[in-house]
T-cell receptor
Framework: SQQGEEDPQALSIQEGENATMNCSYK?????LQWYRQNSGRGLVHLIL?????REKHSGRLRVTLDTSKKSSSLLITASRAADTASYFC????????????FGKGMKLTVNP | NAGVMQNPRHLVRRRGQEARLRCSPM?????VYWYRQLPEEGLKFMVY????????ESGMPKERFSAEFPKEGPSILRIQQVVRGDSAAYFC?????????????FGPGTRLTVT
C-alpha cells in the first residue's frame, strides 16, 4: 500500500496565489521528499527534509515536517503557470531496502 | 554528465508479446531502481538492483516480470507475455552508493501500451 497520501488530490489556483499540499504517512521515516512531474514526463526532485528537521526552504518552496503527526506540507509561494504539474511526496525509511515509497500525487493547476 | 537514460520512450506491444525496457544510470551510479506508474497513480517500487545483484524485488509481480543489471550495459526490465494490465509508465532511477535514501535521479520513463 502507499505510504504517503497527498491532500488535496487536485488544486486549481490563480497565478500569484500560494499553493499548499499536505502529505501524511504511516511508518517511521528517515526523510521525506517532494517531487514534481509534468504531464507525460519523469520526476524532478524538489526538496528533501530529514526526520530531525521541522522546516526547510528552497526558493519559493517551503516544506514542513511534523513527525508526531506523521505529516508534511509543501508550500509554493507566488505560483506561476509553469508550476502546473503533479506533486508527489515520497518517504525514505531505514531498516530495510533503500527504496522510496510514493503517495498517489496531487495535481496542481495554476491559471494565468 | 548525462542523466538517467531510458529507452524506448514509448513501446507498443500486443498481448502475449515480450517487452524489454532499458535503463542506463548516471555515470558513477551503481544502484538502479524500477518503479511503475499506473494512470493517475503514484509510483510503486518494483525492484532495486546493484551491479549483478538483485537487492530487493519485493515489488515485482511473481510471474512474467524479471530484471537484471549486468556488469556491463544497461539495466533491463523484462515483461513476458504482456497483458493489458501491464500498460503503464515504467521509471528507472539511479543513485550513487549509500545515497539511495537521499538522492534518486529519475529517467524520463518508458510508456508501455499493450493492445
Amino acid at each position: 500500500s502507499q505510504q504517503g497520501e497527498e491532500d488535496p488530490q487536485a488544486l486549481s489556483i490563480q497565478e500569484g496565489e500560494n499553493a499548499t499540499m499536505n502529505c501524511s504517512y504511516k511508518t517511521s521515516i528517515n526523510n521525506l521528499q517532494w517531487y514534481r512531474q509534468n504531464s507525460g514526463r519523469g520526476l524532478v526532485h524538489l526538496i528533501l527534509i530529514r526526520s530531525n528537521e521541522r522546516e526547510k526552504h528552497s526558493g519559493r518552496l517551503r516544506v514542513t515536517l511534523d513527525t508526531s503527526k506523521k505529516s508534511s506540507s509543501l508550500l509554493i509561494t507566488a505560483s506561476r503557470a509553469a508550476d502546473t504539474a503533479s506533486y508527489f511526496c515520497a518517504t525514505g525509511s531505514q531498516g530495510g531496502s533503500e527504496k522510496l515509497v510514493f503517495g498517489k500525487g496531487m495535481k496542481l493547476t495554476v491559471n494565468p | 554528465n548525462a542523466g538517467v537514460m531510458q529507452n524506448p520512450r514509448h513501446l507498443v506491444r500486443r498481448r502475449g508479446q515480450e517487452a524489454r525496457l532499458r535503463c542506463s544510470p548516471m555515470k558513477g551510479h551503481s544502484h538502479v531502481y524500477w518503479y511503475r506508474q499506473l494512470p493517475e497513480e503514484g509510483l510503486k517500487f518494483m525492484v532495486y538492483l546493484q551491479k549483478e545483484n538483485i537487492i530487493d524485488e519485493s515489488g515485482m509481480p511473481k510471474e512474467r516480470f524479471s530484471a537484471e543489471f549486468p556488469k556491463e550495459g544497461p539495466s533491463i526490465l523484462r515483461i513476458q507475455q504482456v497483458v493489458r494490465g501491464d500498460s503503464a509508465a515504467y521509471f528507472c532511477a539511479s543513485s550513487p552508493p549509500g545515497r539511495a535514501l537521499y538522492e534518486q535521479y529519475f529517467g524520463p520513463g518508458t510508456r508501455l501500451t499493450v493492445t
